[in-house]
């Protein structure tokens, strides 16, 4: 599979055709599942999934640390998002779910996903799969 690399100043970047760089933990089983999950229904050109931890410190887009709590997307122009606005993002490209994006955006559902997204990001490992 075709991911986005890293350059050496530190910033990803994306492959041809590639729209968003999806930095996530490669050690975690449920992020395993969101990947697979994005990748059966998404076109794999647009999303590009890379493992933190795979990749030295001097070439993350975010200290190391900010990767173990939290799952990262990158666009191409540079922006970050991180969990529940990263998610948001990547639902945004995967057809049939472009609804829940939008949705998600919405009150009370904007106020209410930040602190879920926190909540099944500090659980993960401990979560039936």
């Known amino acids: 599979m075709s991911v986005g690399h890293v350059t050496t100043t530190g910033k990803a970047h994306m492959s041809t055709g590639q729209r968003l760089d999806v930095w996530y933990d490669g050690n975690c089983k449920l992020c395993r599942q969101s990947r697979s999950w994005c990748e059966q229904r998404a076109d794999r050109s647009r999303l590009g999934f890379i493992d933190f931890r795979a990749v030295p410190d001097d070439r993350?887009?975010?200290?190391?640390?900010?990767?173990?709590t939290s799952m990262w997307v990158q666009t191409l122009d540079g922006q970050l998002l991180s969990g529940f606005d990263g998610w948001r993002r990547i639902l945004s490209t995967v057809p049939r779910w472009?609804?829940?994006?939008?949705?998600?955006?919405?009150?009370?559902?904007?106020?209410?996903?930040?602190?879920?997204?926190?909540?099944?990001?500090?659980?993960?490992?401990?979560?039936?799969?």
């Open 98 to 129: 472009r609804w829940l994006a939008q949705l998600s955006g919405v009150p009370p559902f904007r106020w209410l996903g930040p602190p879920l997204y926190r909540l099944v990001a500090h659980l993960r490992n401990h979560l039936p799969t």
């Open 60 to 68: 993350l887009p975010v200290p190391r640390h900010k990767l173990e």
